[in-house]
């Protein structure tokens, strides 16, 4: 079994920055990527960023230089630092990591977070 749990979520000012944090558990052998997701209301979920073991971050270009994302490999966990939010940032939050479990090492799932609450308003 494998748990991903998402944290940080809040109400933040235009402006302002929010930090998340994705924590990882259960019968993890390795995580190859991990990914930061947002669905607004009404809209289909889209990428954020994501983060490869061994290589730098990518970002939606709407987020780019706004948005950090960084991983603690040790701990199996993903952080996104947001900085200058902006209304349309408003969204559920998902982590998402591509994971190989000790009971099928070398085979890779995709799993997903319960998501955590961001909302930019004044």
């Known amino acids: 079994q494998v748990q991903l749990v998402e944290s940080g979520g809040a109400l933040v000012q235009p402006g302002g920055s929010l930090r998340l944090s994705c924590a990882a558990s259960?019968?993890?052998?390795?995580?190859?990527?991990m990914a930061w997701y947002r669905q607004a209301p009404g809209k289909e979920r889209e990428l954020v960023g994501t983060?490869?073991?061994?290589?730098?971050?990518n970002y939606a270009d709407s987020v780019k230089g706004r948005f950090t994302i960084s991983r603690d490999n040790g701990k199996n966990r993903v952080y996104l630092q947001m900085n200058s939010l902006k209304p349309e940032d408003k969204a559920v939050y998902y982590c998402?990591?591509?994971?190989?479990?000790?009971?099928?090492?070398?085979?890779?799932?995709?799993?997903w977070g319960q998501g955590t609450q961001v909302t930019v308003s004044s």
């Open positions: 998402n990591a591509r994971i190989s479990t000790v009971l099928a090492i070398g085979s890779y799932n995709y799993y």
């Open positions: 259960g019968s993890i052998f390795s995580i190859s990527a």
């Open positions: 983060i490869i073991s061994g290589a730098s971050a």
